[in-house]
Nanobody
């Protein structure tokens, strides 16, 4: 069955780094665009970073540009989010998203909590 399993979240202090991972299985990973979303308490879910299926194009939320980097390994079927210089406002549950380029199909992971606090 389809699975997107996020890992790497945790509690860090401002200025520190985390790397989130999302391991995919059960579908053809290399024809899916991959994204990271986040949702903070009381706020709507927002797109943080996006990468096309082949990795040739990326897009970022303005507030994370220069600090976060999305990458993918189409052999390991895994997408990553490197988060540097973390700020308290980055605190949220981070979700992995897969969207097919060839059919109307989207999958979500269960989310991983990132908390940035001193």
């Amino acid at each position: 069955q389809v699975q997107l399993v996020e890992s790497g979240g945790g509690l860090v202090q401002p200025g520190e780094s985390l790397r989130l991972s999302c391991a995919a299985s059960g579908f053809t990973f290399n024809v899916y665009d991959m994204s990271w979303y986040r949702q903070a308490p009381g706020k709507e879910r927002e797109l943080v970073a996006f990468m096309t299926s082949g990795g040739g194009s990326t897009n970022y939320l303005d507030s994370v540009k220069g600090r976060f980097t999305i990458s993918r390994d189409n052999v390991k079927n895994t997408v990553y989010l490197q988060m540097n210089s973390l700020k308290p406002e980055d605190t949220a549950v981070y979700y992995c998203n897969a969207r097919s380029r060839i059919r109307p199909q989207t999958y979500w992971g269960q989310g991983t909590q990132v908390t940035v606090s001193s």
